[in-house]
């Protein structure tokens, strides 16, 4: 059984920067992307981006392009997601998945983390 | 951009009741359609994948339907703990990734 970790909740002043993180256990990433995907308070559910950890290749969503790096360190089975330039509006629980679907950009989460909650304040 | 729209915003139901989602994306995702369930404080739950296969674990009660633009989640006799909400989201094209607004199912 996959578990997905996450780092905790952390505040950020406007502008700063964020870097979440995502631990795997139980089993390694395999040919399976990590998905991130965030949450307002209140809101739906918003995808960000897709990371495949065979070769780091990456596809964001365009709203967060060049603003947002996904990163993976197989050694370590841990997925990042650095977000940047933080606003108010990019307060939300952010999440990590492993999908269900093996090599397919973007495929559905099967195994989620636990949510990280980012708050962005002055 | 794919677009999802999903109705109806909320479904007022009592246990033992058939609950019917729709999901209609603004152009064609094959069966590429997922759909999960959320509740308060806690992560999605993968519930469909490829419009219509039930993830590991999922109850039978849960079916998916669907091809092209026009996707439904049927719950067969809802139990009190399927109240929640629902969202579907498309991986056929970029956009990837993208999730519908979502379906409150709350108990009448």
């Known amino acids: 059984q996959v578990q997905l970790v996450q780092s905790g909740a952390e505040v950020k002043k406007p502008g700063a920067s964020v870097k979440v993180s995502c631990k795997a256990s139980?089993?390694?990433?395999?040919?399976?992307?990590i998905s991130w995907v965030r949450q307002a308070p209140g809101q739906g559910l918003e995808w960000m981006g897709w990371i495949s950890p065979n070769n780091g290749y990456t596809n964001y969503a365009q709203k967060f392009q060049g603003r947002v790096t996904m990163t993976i360190d197989t050694s370590t089975s841990t997925a990042y997601m650095e977000l940047r330039s933080l606003r108010s509006d990019d307060t939300a629980v952010y999440y990590c998945a492993r999908a269900a679907i093996e090599f397919i950009v973007g495929a559905p989460g099967l195994y989620w983390g636990q949510g990280t909650l980012i708050t962005v304040s002055s | 951009e794919i677009v999802l729209t999903q109705s109806p915003g909320t479904l007022s139901l009592s246990p033992g009741e058939r609950a019917t989602l729709s999901c209609r994306a603004s152009?064609?995702?094959?069966?590429?359609l997922a759909w999960y369930q959320q509740k308060p404080g806690q992560a999605p739950r993968l519930l469909i994948s490829g419009a219509s296969s039930r993830a590991t674990g999922i109850p039978d009660r849960f079916s998916g339907s669907g091809s092209g633009t026009d996707f439904t989640l049927t719950i067969s006799r809802l139990e009190p703990e399927d109240f929640a909400v629902y969202f579907c989201?498309?991986?056929?094209?970029?956009?990837?990734?993208?999730f519908g607004q979502g379906t409150r199912l709350e108990i009448k």
């Open positions: 989201q498309q991986y056929a094209s970029s956009p990837r990734g993208i």
């Open positions: 139980g089993s390694t990433f395999s040919n399976y992307g």
């Open positions: 152009q064609s995702v094959s069966n590429f």
